[in-house]
């Protein structure tokens, strides 16, 4: 049953917002989804990775998402 698998996904920032600028990269795992990563897994991705917040109104549009195999 493959239902429980993992999928790592890259997020990368296409242009600067608030505190996070154009290239900063964070790794979200999802787990038994193949959906792509919502923004508040990204927020708390960066969060994880480098201690900001997103910016209220930030959107998925703002991110490169990139599925790593």
């Known amino acids: 049953n493959n239902s429980m698998s993992s ?3 890259k997020v990368t920032a296409k242009k600067a917002v608030g505190k996070v600028a154009k290239g900063m990269e964070a ?3 999802k787990s038994g ?3 792509k990563p919502v923004i ?3 927020e708390e991705a960066f969060k994880r990775k480098y201690g900001i ?3 209220s109104g ?3 549009a703002n991110f490169d998402m ?3 195999k």
């Open 33 to 35: 989804t193949t959906a």
């Open 66 to 68: 990139v599925e790593v």
């Open 7 to 9: 999928h790592l996904w």
């Open 27 to 29: 790794e979200v795992v």
């Open 53 to 55: 917040s997103l910016i």
């Open 40 to 42: 508040k897994e990204i």
């Open 58 to 60: 930030c959107s998925l």
